[in-house]
């Protein structure tokens, strides 16, 4: 069974910082890009950031500057450092991997974990 485990949520305040982190096991060959996204009450889920296996990462316009994602190959684990949270940062975070499996790619997401900023 492959599967994605996500750790790091919580309540902070504004301004505050969060780490999560996001582990993939099972029968894996290699993962592709992971990534993180969001999705607030009664709101769509969002992209908030993407790494590739080698490194190249892309973020959405609103934690520019704010969020840094990075990924440890060697532990299939991916990392989202959360700097000046705001209010608006509220949802609940999941972690999206594109693993190569037996038999193709296959496109994990984890289970969910609550970032909620006060202020």
């Known amino acids: 069974q492959v599967q994605l485990v996500e750790s790091g949520g919580g309540l902070v305040q504004a301004g505050g910082s969060l780490r999560l982190s996001c582990s993939a096991s099972g029968s894996i060959f290699s993962i592709n890009a992971m990534g993180w996204y969001r999705q607030a009450p009664e709101k769509q889920r969002e992209l908030v950031a993407t790494?590739?296996?080698?490194?190249?990462?892309n973020y959405a316009d609103s934690v520019k500057g704010r969020f840094t994602i990075s990924r440890d190959n060697a532990k299939n684990t991916v990392y989202l450092q959360m700097n000046s949270l705001r209010p608006e940062d509220t949802a609940v975070y999941y972690c999206?991997?594109?693993?190569?499996?037996?038999?193709?790619?296959?496109?994990?997401w984890g289970q969910g974990t609550q970032v909620t900023v006060s202020s």
């Open positions: 999206n991997a594109d693993a190569l499996i037996r038999g193709g790619v296959l496109s994990i």
């Open positions: 790494i590739t296996r080698g490194g190249s990462t």
